[in-house]
């Protein structure tokens, strides 16, 4: 103590500090004393760097710009992945294919979705710039047409991942031509943070010779990998992940060109005289290697020896093994490609199914990457009221397409119209019309109620149309019955199968152990992801409400929180959905079968295959239609949130508590679609027997109230293909019916007349 200084107490809390007895781990609360806290979790280390070092991206190499060849610090350079890509066979040809399957869809340049409902002058000025536009994608460099461009373009991102566009600027500044560059010569540069830099500071440099060539910024230079990761420079490229079979494969292609060039006898050794001396069996190997050696021709003669040269044969070289086609399978899953080129087929319909798979799957992403690549050059080009958009692709074989259409046309996607628009027809003044299981009905029909059918005519009698499309009056002296109604849009009620009251057939038992694992298994998926949305969407909903009020609308407000408010949890569930909806229509085929005294592998087969095909569809509608109904649940609580003001928490517990999330609704939707998967299972089943021409709707046990079930069950027996007055095909006709639906079989019919 310095004799001019003043004595001051210190804080009991810097010494226990310092002398290490207390922890200021949990920041805000009274700090625990290491003697009170046993075993503790110790003093946590003071940071080393800067603050400045936050938000830091990854733990990038200490100088990393200053270095000048690109991936110079990846054990794989781009040379290496070329040559790997250029000398391996299969790794050519799966590029090769994609990107033909690419090259051969049809493009457009259109108005974006905001741009077209912005009026009819923004309208006009974004049709305007597609056409501009697509004169400039026609030859995108002003050197290759589109589909040599786009093939280039792919190659760097298949091989490197280092995809590389330079927009090349005309004289006044807008978008003279969109240039594919080496992106192998391209080498990143990285600010302090570890991400790319914003302009004016370069952001990539071009190496030519070695050395830095040129600097570009974001804004001059598209330099786009499909695959970035987080903890390094370049992107992750096809060719790379699957390096080691890669290598494999090259190594066993050789091993294969060795043997037809280079060996004399595969895998054999030849026994000399015991007299030769060592420079005769030099002199003699000499002689046979000269003879035999890249002659495959010669090698398969019968050659004269001497004597005592005994032959010993040793295992022959395995030409093509099982391990070739694990190879193919990998290199083609990696491709997202079928491998039926390359393996032995055992089930040609599962082959081309899955082949079919594999096109639709693998070629997604991979448009998706070119739109947003192709949109990325637009944006640069001043093209900011259009969008790259891939046109749907059509079948080239005229058979297959006229089945898409009827299917389009009668589930109602398409107008009849339209599909003759896309033919290349002219209208042809028939108006359009929606296929239905009871024929034709004119869309402009839809929604007014079905006309009165008289009283002279009864069901089954053969009943003219008028002039107005209503039933008329049978003509005189015609009493005959028949099974058809005469004229072009007859009342569903008129289509009625002339058919008895199912009494033979029992009901099949919906609470089979197969259909109670089901519906637990899909009650406990729905359970778990409904409560995971609940609590991020009470997260990110309490995010939005905190924001600063603004002017707009309180209604628009909260529509504009629910249409943002993604659903992960049950997104990610789509592929589980799925395979428990195919396992129960699958087993509801089965019971079917069983209920109809049906057996036949071949069709049991087929109804498999289809029950996968509906349960795929209906998993991805079901997602959605769950997303939609989560929404309106949340309607209620988000308004109340707004307009009292709810913390995040409050938001929490009342989602917790909402019905969109809760146990009830899980059990709800669980019971219902496993429901619905075992009727249609049985549907399939009596459709692919041929034996079923009917069917018939039975109230549930349970049945209480009166509601649409009713109305199904007076229907009685119709068509097999036809819907029940509700609309639908067979129960559950509501969440958690208990009806039951009956098949009528041929021999059936006519009973009771």
Request: hydrophobic share 35%; aromatic share 6%; net charge negative.
């Given at each position: 103590?310095?004799?001019?200084?003043?004595?001051?107490?210190?804080?009991l809390?810097?010494?226990?500090?310092?002398?290490?007895?207390?922890?200021?781990?949990?920041?805000?609360?009274?700090?625990p004393?290491f003697?009170?806290?046993?075993?503790?979790?110790?003093?946590?280390?003071?940071?080393?760097a800067?603050?400045s070092?936050?938000?830091?991206?990854?733990?990038?190499?200490?100088?990393?710009?200053?270095?000048?060849?690109?991936?110079?610090?990846?054990?794989?350079?781009?040379?290496?992945?070329?040559a790997?890509?250029?000398?391996?066979?299969?790794?050519?040809?799966?590029?090769?294919?994609?990107?033909?399957?690419?090259?051969?869809?049809?493009w457009?340049?259109?108005?974006?979705?905001?741009?077209?409902?912005?009026?009819?002058?923004?309208?006009?000025?974004?049709?305007?710039?597609?056409?501009?536009?697509k004169?400039?994608?026609?030859k995108?460099?002003?050197m290759?047409?589109?589909?040599q461009?786009?093939?280039?373009?792919?190659?760097?991102?298949?091989?490197?991942?280092?995809?590389?566009?330079?927009?090349?600027?005309d004289?006044?500044?807008?978008?003279?031509?969109?240039?594919?560059?080496?992106?192998a010569?391209i080498?990143?540069?990285?600010?302090?943070?570890?991400?790319?830099?914003?302009?004016?500071?370069?952001?990539?440099?071009?190496?030519?010779?070695?050395?830095?060539?040129?600097?570009?910024?974001?804004a001059?230079?598209?330099?786009?990998?499909?695959?970035?990761?987080?903890?390094?420079?370049?992107?992750?490229?096809?060719?790379?992940?699957?390096?080691i079979?890669?290598?494999?494969?090259?190594?066993?292609?050789?091993?294969?060109?060795?043997?037809?060039?280079?060996?004399?006898?595969?895998d054999?050794?030849?026994?000399?005289?015991?007299?030769?001396?060592?420079?005769?069996?030099?002199?003699?190997?000499?002689?046979?290697?000269?003879l035999f050696?890249?002659?495959?021709?010669?090698?398969?003669?019968?050659?004269?020896?001497?004597?005592?040269?005994?032959?010993?044969?040793?295992?022959?070289?395995?030409?093509?093994d099982?391990?070739?086609?694990?190879?193919?399978?990998?290199?083609?899953?990696?491709f997202?490609?079928?491998?039926?080129?390359?393996?032995?087929?055992?089930?040609?319909?599962?082959?081309?199914?899955?082949?079919?798979?594999?096109?639709?799957?693998g070629?997604?992403?991979?448009?998706?990457?070119?739109?947003?690549?192709?949109?990325?050059?637009?944006?640069?080009?001043?093209?900011?009221?259009?969008?790259?958009?891939?046109?749907?692709?059509?079948?080239?074989?005229p058979?297959?397409?006229?089945?898409i259409?009827?299917?389009?046309?009668?589930?109602?996607?398409?107008?009849?119209?339209?599909?003759?628009?896309?033919r290349?027809?002219?209208k042809?003044?028939?108006?359009?019309?929606l296929?239905?299981?009871a024929?034709?009905?004119?869309?402009?029909?839809?929604?007014?109620?079905?006309?009165?059918?008289?009283?002279?005519?009864?069901?089954?009698?053969?009943?003219?149309?008028?002039?107005?499309?209503?039933?008329?009056?049978?003509?005189?002296?015609?009493?005959?019955?028949?099974?058809?109604?005469?004229?072009?849009?007859p009342?569903?009620?008129q289509?009625?199968?002339?058919?008895?009251?199912?009494?033979?057939?029992?009901?099949?038992?919906?609470?089979?152990?197969?259909?109670?694992?089901?519906?637990a298994?899909?009650?406990?998926?729905?359970?778990?992801?409904?409560?995971?949305?609940?609590?991020?969407?009470?997260?990110?909903?309490?995010?939005?409400?905190?924001?600063?009020?603004?002017?707009e609308?309180?209604?628009?407000?909260?529509?504009?929180?629910?249409?943002?408010?993604?659903f992960?949890?049950?997104?990610?569930?789509?592929?589980?959905?799925?395979?428990?909806?195919a396992?129960?229509?699958?087993?509801?085929?089965?019971?079917?079968?069983?209920?109809?005294d049906?057996?036949?592998?071949?069709?049991?087969?087929?109804?498999?295959?289809?029950?996968?095909?509906?349960?795929?569809?209906?998993?991805?509608?079901?997602?959605?239609?769950?997303?939609?109904?989560?929404?309106?649940?949340?309607?209620?609580?988000?308004?109340?949130?707004?307009?009292?003001?709810?913390?995040?928490?409050?938001?929490g517990?009342a989602?917790?508590?909402?019905?969109?999330?809760?146990?009830?609704?899980?059990?709800?939707?669980?019971?219902?679609?496993?429901?619905r998967?075992?009727?249609?299972?049985?549907?399939?089943?009596?459709r692919?027997?041929?034996?079923?021409?009917?069917?018939?709707?039975?109230?549930?046990?349970?049945?209480?109230?009166?509601?649409e079930?009713?109305?199904?069950?007076?229907?009685?027996?119709?068509?097999?293909?036809?819907?029940?007055?509700?609309?639908?095909?067979?129960?559950?006709?509501?969440?958690?019916?208990?009806?039951?639906?009956?098949?009528?079989?041929?021999?059936?019919?006519?009973?009771?007349?």
């Amino acid at each position: 103590m310095l004799n001019s200084g003043n004595k001051k107490p210190l804080d009991l809390g810097i010494v226990d500090r310092v002398s290490g007895k207390t922890s200021v781990w949990r920041a805000g609360t009274p700090a625990p004393r290491f003697d009170e806290a046993w075993f503790g979790p110790g003093e946590p280390q003071a940071p080393a760097a800067p603050p400045s070092v936050k938000g830091r991206q990854w733990d990038y190499p200490p100088g990393y710009n200053l270095r000048t060849q690109p991936r110079g610090e990846e054990p794989l350079s781009f040379g290496h992945l070329r040559a790997l890509a250029l000398n391996c066979d299969l790794v050519r040809l799966a590029i090769e294919t994609r990107k033909d399957q690419l090259c051969k869809l049809s493009w457009n340049i259109q108005a974006t979705e905001e741009t077209a409902a912005g009026g009819k002058r923004l309208l006009a000025a974004a049709e305007a710039q597609a056409k501009q536009a697509k004169a400039l994608f026609k030859k995108p460099d002003r050197m290759h047409r589109w589909n040599q461009w786009l093939r280039m373009w792919m190659e760097d991102m298949f091989v490197g991942d280092c995809a590389t566009l330079y927009p090349r600027p005309d004289r006044g500044g807008g978008l003279y031509a969109l240039e594919v560059m080496d992106g192998a010569l391209i080498k990143p540069v990285l600010d302090d943070s570890g991400r790319t830099p914003a302009p004016p500071l370069p952001a990539y440099q071009q190496v030519l010779k070695g050395v830095v060539a040129a600097n570009y910024t974001q804004a001059e230079l598209i330099y786009f990998p499909r695959n970035p990761l987080s903890w390094r420079v370049y992107g992750l490229s096809p060719v790379e992940q699957i390096i080691i079979t890669v290598n494999l494969v090259i190594r066993r292609q050789l091993h294969l060109l060795q043997y037809y060039t280079e060996g004399n006898l595969p895998d054999s050794l030849l026994e000399v005289s015991e007299s030769w001396s060592t420079e005769q069996i030099r002199e003699w190997q000499q002689y046979w290697d000269s003879l035999f050696a890249g002659n495959t021709a010669q090698r398969r003669r019968g050659t004269w020896v001497p004597k005592g040269m005994t032959p010993h044969s040793m295992k022959e070289a395995a030409l093509k093994d099982p391990i070739d086609e694990w190879f193919a399978r990998v290199v083609c899953y990696c491709f997202s490609l079928s491998p039926k080129a390359f393996v032995q087929q055992m089930n040609r319909a599962t082959a081309e199914t899955a082949e079919q798979a594999s096109l639709e799957e693998g070629l997604a992403p991979l448009q998706e990457w070119v739109k947003d690549g192709v949109d990325e050059g637009l944006e640069r080009g001043g093209f900011n009221l259009v969008e790259f958009a891939w046109e749907e692709e059509s079948t080239t074989k005229p058979k297959e397409q006229a089945e898409i259409d009827e299917i389009r046309l009668r589930s109602g996607v398409r107008r009849r119209s339209e599909i003759r628009q896309d033919r290349g027809y002219e209208k042809d003044g028939v108006p359009d019309f929606l296929m239905t299981v009871a024929g034709p009905v004119l869309l402009d029909d839809i929604g007014k109620a079905p006309p009165a059918l008289p009283e002279g005519p009864q069901v089954g009698t053969s009943a003219p149309l008028n002039t107005n499309g209503e039933p008329g009056t049978p003509e005189p002296g015609d009493g005959k019955k028949s099974t058809d109604v005469a004229g072009p849009h007859p009342h569903p009620a008129q289509k009625l199968a002339k058919v008895a009251k199912n009494k033979k057939i029992k009901p099949i038992d919906r609470e089979r152990p197969e259909v109670v694992s089901a519906r637990a298994e899909l009650q406990k998926l729905m359970q778990a992801a409904l409560k995971a949305d609940a609590q991020a969407s009470a997260e990110r909903l309490g995010e939005a409400l905190g924001l600063s009020k603004t002017d707009e609308d309180q209604g628009a407000k909260i529509w504009r929180l629910l249409m943002e408010l993604r659903f992960e949890g049950i997104e990610a569930t789509q592929d589980e959905v799925a395979a428990l909806l195919a396992q129960a229509a699958q087993n509801g085929g089965l019971a079917a079968f069983t209920q109809i005294d049906v057996e036949d592998k071949a069709i049991v087969s087929q109804v498999n295959t289809l029950a996968v095909e509906w349960a795929e569809n209906r998993a991805a509608e079901l997602v959605t239609k769950i997303q939609e109904s989560t929404r309106d649940y949340l309607r209620a609580d988000v308004t109340q949130a707004v307009e009292e003001g709810w913390s995040t928490k409050q938001l929490g517990q009342a989602l917790q508590e909402n019905f969109g999330f809760s146990e009830s609704r899980s059990d709800m939707i669980a019971r219902t679609e496993i429901a619905r998967a075992d009727v249609e299972g049985n549907l399939m089943a009596y459709r692919e027997s041929g034996v079923v021409s009917g069917k018939e709707s039975i109230l549930g046990s349970e049945h209480d109230a009166p509601d649409e079930c009713d109305d199904n069950a007076d229907a009685g027996v119709i068509p097999l293909d036809e819907a029940f007055p509700s609309g639908d095909m067979g129960p559950p006709y509501h969440p958690n019916c208990v009806c039951d639906v009956l098949p009528v079989v041929s021999e059936q019919q006519g009973e009771g007349e």
